[in-house]
């Protein structure tokens, strides 16, 4: 998932490194290109796989009689109330402390000329259909069986070939000139579809309802910052590009860590996985504000006509943000809900 497009020149390289490091994130540590998965497809007829082979095996009926149950209708609506006040008390409060935090020093020029707020809504209006598209498949995949179908298959080769058919889509839809609907399209949805095959297999181990409130979670974060990112002077926060990458670079050496430690480095793996699990959160944070002022530059810049307006490009960076930290949020819940 490296965002250099084709058609950028060396003089683009720079301007763009941030985004490199980000592709190798949005697959957690334990996914079906793993040793451990390696090893559990290894076992799938053993007691010990057989409730997540189950969930796999058995579709729409399976997968949603281990966490469904009848609930009174009243009692399911006060619940959803109550699920969406928290959820509003967290995005409001996230916000009023971001902004406190990070935002002190806002536009002094009366607010976000008509060009920029349009080209920003485009851009997360694009993003949120590519997150909604992401995870439509990923559910399809899910009840259809197609992510049993890749896990007892090899998972190194399924996920060197997933990272590079997502690689090689990105970049073609990048390269695509944005009047070409129907191709640019067509490479976008083929990378939501692959970045789909990679978070799918998170799905058959975390409830429904936690993935849920990863999913709050993740839009009060993003949601937050991007109004700092929004509403903060021009080009406050570019200077973070360089920082970001060396902090992606260390969670990304994380995330390899148990592949080269022995499993007898029990304090030096704990270690490796908090910094690749808040991290990467951390990291993934400021990517968005760094994101959402880069679309902001790139609008004054296609207002003046120094490049072309893409809507499509600038969502790919915002999207592979939100699975980074939204994988994250739900390894996070899995950890606290197996402590209690």
């Known amino acids: 998932m490296f965002t250099i497009a084709v058609r950028a020149g060396p003089g683009r390289l720079a301007a763009k490194a941030p985004q490199l490091a980000r592709a190798f994130h949005s697959t957690p540590k334990n996914t079906f290109f793993t040793s451990r998965t390696a090893s559990l497809a290894g076992r799938a007829n053993s007691k010990t796989s057989s409730n997540i082979l189950s969930r796999l095996q058995g579709a729409s009926r399976g997968y949603r009689t281990q966490y469904e149950t009848y609930v009174d209708p009243a009692t399911r609506r006060k619940e959803l109330l109550r699920k ?81 058919l997502s690689i090689g889509s990105m970049m073609a839809t990048r390269a695509i000139d944005p009047d070409n609907y129907l191709p640019k399209y067509a490479c976008w949805a083929l990378f939501n579809a692959t970045q789909a095959a990679l978070i799918a297999p998170l799905m058959t181990v975390a409830p429904p309802a936690l993935l849920a409130r990863a999913g709050l979670y993740t839009l009060a974060m993003m949601g937050s910052i991007s109004i700092v990112g929004a509403t903060a002077k021009q080009d406050k926060y570019m200077y973070l590009g360089g920082p970001l990458l060396a902090g992606a670079a260390i ?21 490796t996985e908090n910094l690749w699990l808040y991290g990467g959160l951390a990291v993934f944070g400021g990517f968005t504000l760094y994101d959402v002022q880069k679309v902001l530059y790139h609008a004054r810049a296609a207002e003046r006509g120094i490049i072309r307006e893409d809507p499509v490009n600038e969502s790919i960076s915002l999207e592979l943000d939100f699975l980074n930290i939204f994988v994250r949020m739900v390894q996070i819940l899995m950890m606290q809900q197996r402590r209690k």
């Open 84 to 164: 969406l006040m928290v959820g509003g008390a967290i995005f409001g409060g996230t916000l009023v402390a971001v902004n406190a935090m990070f935002n002190r020093e806002t536009r002094e020029d009366g607010g976000m000329p008509p060009f920029e707020r349009s080209y920003l809504n485009r851009t997360f209006m694009h993003t949120g259909l590519g997150v909604g598209i992401i995870g439509l498949t990923a559910y399809q995949m899910v009840q259809s069986g197609f992510v049993y179908r890749l896990m007892v298959t090899n998972p190194w080769v399924v996920g060197i070939g997933g990272i590079a």
């Open 251 to 271: 969670v990304a050496v994380s995330g390899f860590a148990p592949l080269v430690l022995p499993a007898t480095a029990v304090r030096t793996l704990a270690i």
